[in-house]
């Protein structure tokens, strides 16, 4: 009796499973290769990033300007951000998908002594997105650090890109 139970159980979530998959019509889904990005990635003026430690402290929000290092509180480590992406998906490596403010990321390299010690992400979308070895964590880091994006100033595009855009 259970077995059989457990068995129209299985089938029904199959069957509601099939029909989520599609509930939408095939035009609404994107296929990322068909898909031309954005050439090169679009500048910021600065960004407010939130920096959580592994012991649970959120740090006060830090104002930054791309390129410029600066420390994090009291743990000895430094950041310094770059690469800012408004629509951040990864693709084999990260991508800029569009010019749309979908996935609003950026850069965060941790730097101890002036030394790269692992590279992650601020995400909007996602705060405190938690490192893996994809995006250069290693599991033997004492010190870990989870980052959100809260907010960015002076988006604007490269010259050469908006050329290619109208294209």
Not at 3 to 30: E, G, Q, R, T, W
């Amino acid at each position: 009796m259970k077995k059989s139970f457990l068995f129209v159980l299985v089938i029904l979530f199959a069957l509601f499973l099939s029909n989520a998959v599609f509930a939408f019509p095939p035009s609404s889904m994107v296929n990322p290769d068909s898909v031309q990005h954005t050439p090169t990635l679009p500048l910021v003026k600065s960004v407010v990033i939130s920096v959580l430690t592994s012991n649970g402290d959120t740090l006060p929000p830090m104002t930054l300007i791309p390129g410029k290092v600066y420390p994090v509180g009291k743990t000895g480590q430094s950041i310094r951000v770059s690469d800012f992406y408004c629509h951040w998906m990864i693709k084999g490596k990260p991508v800029n998908f569009s010019r749309e403010e979908k996935n609003p990321a950026i850069r965060v390299t941790v730097l101890k002594n002036d030394s790269v010690l692992y590279n992650s992400w601020a995400f909007k979308t996602m705060p405190y997105f938690g490192m893996s070895k994809m995006m250069g964590h290693t599991d033997n880091q004492s010190q870990k650090l989870y980052f959100a994006l809260l907010s960015y100033d002076g988006l604007s595009w490269s010259k050469d890109d908006e050329k290619s855009k109208d294209k």
